[in-house]
């Protein structure tokens, strides 16, 4: 019987600071039927992988098919690209460079929001400045929903979203409101992205209020 031929593993990478689940795809992920010469007994299916990334065992390893496994690469690793080698009953493959432990903290973001003075009946300015203050890229930071605002009308809305932000990256987005009444104009805004490497999602929020002054 030929023996595991491992093709893939997803995620490819992941933060080494944390565990990962991963799927791992190949061909001749066969579990082995043993026959008792006595045909009263049934016969026995070994079915048990193992797998490495480097000399790391992984955790959890579970054969799904032929074609697939499951597992969880443990945390603590060092960062680094590592062949992944799969055993099972009809011996073993490996697949070089398939993952990578990264170093660097999730993608993390923060918003500020501030408002010009606002003037009743006339415009007034909201400004977002949202920045990615985590170890990886955020991508497709965009807004998450529309804004909440009371006692005023937005004109305006944002063209520059989404964004890809870089770590230490940022982005200003600017709304012109127009103050609808006296008291208090009070806004909220909530953006979300996803981290670059996992695809984990990754969100923020700012809110502001100021007085309303007469004309």
Not at 62 to 86: E, F, H, I, N, Q
Not at 90 to 111: H, I, M, Q, R, Y
Request: glycine share 10%.
């Amino acid at each position: 019987m030929p023996a595991p031929a491992p093709k893939s593993i997803a995620p490819s990478a992941g933060y080494a600071g944390d565990q990962t689940p991963v799927t791992i795809k190949g061909d001749s992920f066969l579990a082995q039927a043993t026959q008792s010469l006595d045909p009263s007994v049934s016969p026995a299916i070994r079915s048990d992988f193992r797998a490495w990334l480097g000399e790391t065992e992984l955790l959890s390893v579970s054969r799904v098919d032929a074609s697939t496994l499951t597992a969880t690469v443990p945390a603590g690793m060092a960062a680094g690209k590592y062949a992944l080698r799969v055993e099972g009953p009809f011996g073993s493959g490996t697949l070089p460079d398939a993952f990578e432990a990264v170093s660097l903290p999730n993608a993390a973001l923060e918003a500020t929001l501030t408002l010009s003075a606002p003037v009743h009946k006339q415009p007034a300015t909201a400004t977002a400045v949202v920045t990615n203050v985590g170890g990886r890229a955020a991508l497709g930071v965009s807004l998450a929903g529309s804004p909440s605002i009371l006692q005023a009308d937005v004109t305006l809305p944002p063209a520059n979203l989404p964004v890809d932000l870089a770590p230490g990256g940022s982005v200003q987005v600017v709304w012109q409101l127009l103050a609808a009444g006296g008291g208090t104009l009070s806004m909220t805004v909530s953006f979300a992205g996803t981290d670059a490497l996992d695809g984990h999602a990754v969100t923020c929020s700012a809110s502001a209020s100021a007085k309303i002054a007469p004309p």
